[in-house]
């Protein structure tokens, strides 16, 4: 790796070389800061996997057989195939985006937000009776958005990353 100079850029990444060019990449005042960001951004990253593998498996724990009953199959098919879509694209409307709002409309808001709106529900006088549909409704959606997504992640991800490249026909 070479030493950084005033007024350079370091090559990147720094934390993805040998273990002697990362010492001098964490000692190096060019490079130090670079480092140290780089190590910070790998960290939190782990930690958001982990946070969402244990939320994963939490909301797994809270599966039961009234969960997946067939009487939100059809509420959950249209929030969602057709609601959450539909919102996306209204709401990205006057983007400049193209593709990318397919993606976000099909890819949705994660599963760690439809729990916070439910908490918000339960602490703003969501009645017993209703709650225990509603959590329910919440749990299932969650669970057919992680197979869903889980599926057609790679797929979709791989398709939108050739439709820019040109084809060598």
Do not use: C
């Not at 099909?106 to 959590?135: D, M, P």
Request: cysteine-free; glycine content about 8%.
């Amino acid at each position: 790796m070479k030493s950084a100079t005033p007024g350079t850029t370091p090559e990147l990444p720094l934390i993805a070389v040998s273990s002697d060019a990362r010492f001098e990449a964490a000692v190096n005042p060019g490079t130090a800061p670079l480092f140290l960001v780089e190590l910070l951004l790998q960290f939190t990253d782990q930690l958001e996997q982990i946070g969402e593998l244990v939320i994963v498996v939490l909301v797994g724990a809270l599966l039961t057989p009234a969960t997946s009953a067939g009487n939100n199959i059809a509420d959950l098919f249209l929030l969602s195939f057709i609601i959450r879509p539909l919102a996306v694209l209204v709401g990205l409307a006057r983007t400049p985006l193209g593709a990318e709002k397919g993606l976000t409309g099909w890819f949705g808001i994660r599963g760690i937000g439809s729990l916070y709106y439910l908490a918000y529900a339960v602490q703003h006088g969501l009645s017993q009776s209703r709650t225990e549909v509603v959590a329910n409704t919440v749990l299932a959606a969650i669970t057919i958005s992680v197979a869903m997504h889980g599926i057609t992640v790679t797929p979709l991800m791989n398709w939108y990353g050739r439709r820019d490249q040109p084809s060598d026909a």
